[in-house]
T-cell receptor, first 115, second 115 residues
Framework: EAAVTQSPRNKVAVTGGKVTLSCNQTNNHNNMYWYRQDTGHGLRLIHY???????EKGDIPDGYKASRPSQENFSLILELATPSQTSVYFC??????????????FGEGSKLTVL | GDSVTQTEGQVTVSESKSLIINCTYS????????LFWYVRYPGEGLQLLLKVITAGQKGSSRGFEATYNKEATSFHLQKASVQESDSAVYYC????????????FGSGTQLTVMP
């Protein structure tokens, strides 16, 4: 069974602090993604990656960095966290390209609260 | 840009009754986008429920059905008889080449099935 695991599952941070959300996948998928989910909004794409060493900006990248050191791991970094970044973050992996890009496998989500 | 609209944020249905969750989309591509329904059960990550890539076709899974209606730009999710275990959040999504095939999600519909 394909698996995507996120850590931490819950995090409380202070404004101005650094937060790192980690994601590990055992699917051997090339593509990995970070989304955030807020009430009233669909999942919005923050950063994604096509493979180790690559990161691409999604629709809402401001205030976030991403790192893909290996095929399995993809991190989302908030250098200076702000209350507006309070949200639930989802990591996903996918093998597809082109027409098959939309078939993704998601982690359980990481709830971040910035005070 | 592309967008997906789910008008109902919450739907409550009694067990064994029928269900319809509305989804309409707008896509900028001159071709037809791929359409998806994802589901998030409590405590779990999103998982693909069904996918349709050809206009006019129907997708089905776990008793749910959705028909790709290109004239109405709709992809409504239906089930003839819901069960309590269907309680979850349902997300409509699309991908198309103008957006590099990245998924665009609707805001989600929380389904509660009453026993």
């Amino acid at each position: 069974e394909a698996a995507v695991t996120q850590s931490p599952r819950n995090k409380v941070a202070v404004t101005g602090g650094k937060v790192t959300l980690s994601c590990n996948q055992t699917n051997n998928h090339n593509n990995m993604y970070w989304y955030r989910q807020d009430t009233g909004h669909g999942l919005r794409l923050i950063h994604y990656s096509y493979g180790a060493g690559s990161t691409e900006k999604g629709d809402i990248p401001d205030g976030y960095k991403a790192s893909r050191p290996s095929q399995e791991n993809f991190s989302l970094i908030l250098e200076l966290a702000t209350p507006s970044q309070t949200s639930v973050y989802f990591c996903a992996s996918g093998a597809g390209t082109g027409l098959n890009t939309g078939q993704l496998y998601f982690g359980e989500g990481s709830k971040l609260t910035v005070l | 840009g592309d967008s997906v609209t789910q008008t109902e944020g919450q739907v409550t249905v009694s067990e064994s009754k029928s269900l319809i969750i509305n989804c309409t989309y707008s896509a900028t591509s001159i071709g037809y986008p791929n359409l998806f329904w994802y589901v998030r059960y409590p405590g779990e990550g999103l998982q693909l429920l069904l996918k349709v890539i050809t206009a006019g076709q129907k997708g089905s899974s776990r008793g749910f059905e959705a028909t790709y209606n290109k004239e109405a730009t709709s992809f409504h999710l239906q089930k003839a008889s819901v069960q309590e275990s269907d309680s979850a959040v349902y997300y409509c999504a699309l991908s198309d080449p103008s957006g590099s095939w990245q998924l665009i999600f609707g805001s989600g519909t929380q389904l509660t099935v009453m026993p």
